[in-house]
């Protein structure tokens, strides 16, 4: 019985080793068309698949629709893959993989749990023809030709003077970009074009002689002369300078003195002086004001401002732009405002309110005295004007002097030639309010005693006063 019992037994073990044996060899040959136990390449489950089969599948899943083509001299731009009958095949790559497999192999990797995750890249078909055709439609392509005229040129602009217009670019050759779109077909089909791939081209003969051309113009804008307008500085640099000169186009090269010098336009030279002398001459012109309060007020009488001697400084610009003079040069003035600058009022001044009756002392822009006063009686046609006028003499102890009056003041502050002046006035019970209406001055500014010693003591002559209603 125990005998019969282990060859039973036996007989089992050998049976089942041998239906072992026999299924081994069953999945070897089935694995032998297809491919291995836990096999993927490209993400795709490939075990017991034909090369045709897997072939199918990643043909069906390439996603891809276009190439880019992007570089730092131009943005991105794409071709589609379908425009250049781009077609994928992975049969090669696939035997490839398969003739690494072997089909006995797959027990081993059973039980070594380690799939053969692979990526492969496929045999890319497409129409060179058409590629072609395609890469010559790129912007890039097109606008790095060698076939692009070269723009190198001086030209002229109102507001910058003469400038050098440079449209110059680099090659790009086509052949390039062709290599660089049919290598990214086997990475991302991302085709980047390196910078080395953006020649420099060789300028010609017309460009070398612009370039020199410019470079001894470039010497001419480098004046160093600088006006000296007190609040402003105004240099005399390539914008200015280029309204004097002249460029012949037909030529391509400036107007030229004999000893190769830059031709200077005299008439626009002084004509330059005559707007300069127009910016900042106000000398007796009616003038806009704003005053300490905000209000904007226009004056027609004015004594003071500032005026340029003109004929002065048209000798000095003319010898100054030919003898190439770098220096700060201020002005010569037949007439001199308080302060320099388009803003000749500055803002230390004295204001007279008309209306209102007060007078104003500012520092810096800032009130520092507030005193009422009275001025010119209008009904006797002796109003105070209103004017733009300036400190012109200071006098302590004087008589003042008419045709039928002489009065006796402690101080005297004349601010429109020897007739309208800011004084004190003993006779005056009052000030301020409408006093004036009724017993007014003859023109002048009468102010309390403390007030016009106070005043008397902090202004200086050539100080501005606006008079206004």
């Known amino acids: 019985m125990k005998g019969k019992?282990?060859?039973?037994?036996?007989?089992?073990?050998?049976?089942?080793?041998?239906?072992?044996?026999?299924?081994?060899?069953?999945?070897?040959?089935?694995?032998?068309?297809?491919f291995t136990y836990d096999t993927w390449v490209n993400g795709v489950y490939c075990t017991g698949k034909s090369i045709d089969e897997v072939n199918d599948k990643l043909i069906q899943d390439f996603d891809i629709d276009y190439v880019t083509v992007t570089s730092n001299y131009h943005e991105e731009e794409k071709i589609y893959l379908n425009s250049i009958d781009l077609k994928v095949d992975y049969k090669k790559a696939l035997l490839e993989v398969k003739h690494k497999q072997n089909s006995f192999g797959w027990i081993k990797k059973l039980f070594s749990f380690g799939a053969d995750d692979l990526t492969i890249k496929p045999k890319v078909t497409f129409s060179e023809s058409k590629l072609d055709k395609e890469v010559?439609?790129?912007?890039?392509?097109?606008?790095?030709?060698?076939?692009?005229?070269?723009?190198?040129e001086i030209r002229y602009s109102p507001d910058d003077g003469f400038y050098l217009y440079d449209a110059t670019t680099e090659e790009l050759n086509k052949k390039d970009v062709i290599k660089a779109i049919?290598?990214?077909?086997?990475?991302?089909?991302?085709?980047?074009?390196?910078?080395?791939?953006?020649?420099?081209?060789?300028?010609?003969?017309?460009?070398?002689?612009t370039k020199k051309v410019w470079d001894d113009a470039l010497k001419f804008f480098d004046l160093g002369l600088v006006y000296d307008m007190g609040n402003e500085k105004i240099p005399v640099d390539k914008p200015v300078l280029s309204k004097f000169i002249t460029f012949d186009e037909?030529?391509?090269?400036?107007?030229?003195?004999?000893?190769?010098?830059?031709?200077?336009?005299?008439?626009?030279?002084?004509?330059?002086?005559?707007?300069?002398?127009?910016?900042?001459?106000?000398?007796?012109?009616p003038r806009v004001i704003i005053t300490h309060l905000g209000e904007e007020k226009t004056i027609n009488k004015s004594t003071y401002g500032t005026k340029l001697d003109k004929k002065a400084e048209e000798a000095y610009f003319l010898s100054a732009i030919k003898d190439r003079k770098r220096e700060i040069h201020v002005p010569t003035y037949l007439y001199e405002g308080y302060v320099r600058g388009l803003d000749d009022i500055g803002n230390t001044l004295i204001e007279v309110d008309l209306t209102r009756q007060l007078l104003y002392y500012i520092e810096n822009g800032e009130v520092k005295m507030t005193c009422d006063v009275v001025t010119g009686k209008p009904s006797q046609g002796r109003a105070t004007p209103e004017m733009v006028t300036y400190v012109n003499r200071k006098r302590r102890k004087t008589v003042l002097r008419g045709e039928d009056y002489a009065s006796f003041v402690e101080y005297w502050i004349a601010i429109y030639s020897t007739t309208i002046g800011?004084?004190?006035?003993?006779?005056?019970?009052?000030?301020?309010?409408?006093?004036?209406?009724?017993?007014?001055?003859?023109g002048c500014i009468n102010m309390r005693l403390d007030d016009v010693k106070t005043l008397y003591d902090i202004v200086e002559v050539g100080l501005p006063v606006l008079v206004y209603k």
């Not at 060859?7 to 050998?14: D, I, K, Q, R, W």
């Not at 003195?257 to 007796?284: A, H, P, R, V």
Request: glycine share 4%; hydrophobic share 35%.
């Open 5 to 34: 019992l282990i060859n039973f037994f036996v007989v089992f073990l050998c049976t089942c080793l041998a239906l072992a044996i026999l299924f081994f060899f069953f999945v070897s040959f089935y694995y032998n068309d297809g």
């Open 136 to 152: 010559s439609s790129l912007d890039v392509v097109k606008e790095y030709s060698s076939d692009v005229p070269q723009i190198f």
């Open 182 to 209: 049919e290598d990214s077909f086997q990475n991302s089909f991302d085709a980047v074009l390196d910078d080395s791939l953006f020649k420099e081209r060789k300028p010609s003969k017309e460009m070398v002689k």
């Open 250 to 285: 037909n030529k391509g090269d400036f107007k030229r003195n004999e000893d190769n010098s830059f031709y200077l336009n005299e008439d626009k030279m002084l004509e330059y002086i005559d707007g300069l002398c127009d910016m900042y001459d106000t000398y007796q012109k």
């Open 422 to 442: 800011l004084h004190d006035a003993s006779w005056q019970r009052e000030f301020g309010g409408e006093r004036y209406l009724t017993h007014g001055s003859r």
